[in-house]
């Protein structure tokens, strides 16, 4: 791991933790599970939304855009992208998770947030992206047991990463137990 002044940053490595913890399933949708096919979703100033077991894509933008104070949004056993943009979105918002996802084929970042409080990225499996997560300005944003592969290699080294703290600040910030591998 590198760190620099503004956050932490992983690169393209492999990081593996033989810890019981880090012995869970497979990252992604569990098996057997069976996902509708639905339009690209806008979640603005809702409260107590859940999107599970949907297959998002957008070829013009964004897959999921959560704004405007929203809380207590759980999106899982979904897959996400192709996306133009974000697979996931999100600004200004509460209590965000993501989890036991396939998010893929983003042209940008798969998990975005801004100005979020609480966001929990678990299990998931993301795929060819130019950034994983991204947390800018953000507080108790926690990401684990992930599976990265292979960053976008049209993107420059500067802007590759599988995860990347920007300014998020206070406790309960965690990066642990997550695979990178390209």
Known sequence: ????TRGFLIL???FF?????ALHTSAGIPSGTTLRTVSPMVISGKKDVVVRGVR???????????????????IENSEIGPCASFGVNVTGSTTIKVQNSYIHDTKNVAVYTYNVT????????IERYMKGVYSVSSTKTVVRHNAFKDINSSSSLRHA?????????GTGNRINCNVVEN
């Open 118 to 125: 609480g966001l929990h990225v678990y299990n998931n499996r």
């Open 56 to 74: 998002i894509s957008n070829p013009s933008g964004s897959c999921i855009l959560i704004n405007n104070g929203s809380q207590n949004i759980l």
């Open 17 to 21: 933790s033989l810890s019981a913890q």
């Open 12 to 14: 393209s490595a492999t």
């Open 1 to 4: 791991m590198v760190i620099i």
């Open 161 to 169: 990463k599988a995860i990347q703290f920007d300014k998020v600040t």
